[in-house]
Nanobody, 125 residues
Framework: QVQLVESGGGLVQAGGSLRLSCAAS????????MGWFRQAPGKEREFLAV????????YYGDSVKGRFTISRDNSKNTVYLQMNSLKPEDTALYYC??????????????????WGQGTQVTVSS
């Protein structure tokens, strides 16, 4: 049974930083792509970032490119999302996701079968 547990969310002022963590259990995740999505009230789920299992390549959504950094520690089955220069529009519920690695990365929510419960990030202006 795959379990993903996010932590690190909270309230921060605009321009500040947060670091999200996601601890995965139930499998050996070294061959899994790991990523992050978010969803704000009334909006669709938005792809943020993914780090691939094969060579650790990283890919980002346009809205967070240059501000967010994804990383992983396979020895701890953990993926991180460092978020800098936060804006009020970054306010959302942030989800950790994993999927078995493939030949290509995916930014589609439906391609990720495993999701965490989410951690709330609120950015005040």
């Amino acid at each position: 049974q795959v379990q993903l547990v996010e932590s690190g969310g909270g309230l921060v002022q605009a321009g500040g930083s947060l670091r999200l963590s996601c601890a995965a259990s139930g499998r050996t995740f070294s061959r899994y792509d790991m990523g992050w999505f978010r969803q704000a009230p009334g909006k669709e789920r938005e792809f943020l970032a993914v780090i691939t299992w094969s060579d650790g390549s990283t890919y980002y959504g346009d809205s967070v490119k240059g501000r967010f950094t994804i990383s992983r520690d396979n020895s701890k089955n953990t993926v991180y999302l460092q978020m800098n220069s936060l804006k009020p529009e970054d306010t959302a519920l942030y989800y950790c996701v994993v999927r078995l690695g493939s030949y290509y990365y995916s930014s589609r929510a439906n391609d990720y079968p495993y999701w965490g419960q989410g951690t709330q990030v609120t950015v005040s202006s």
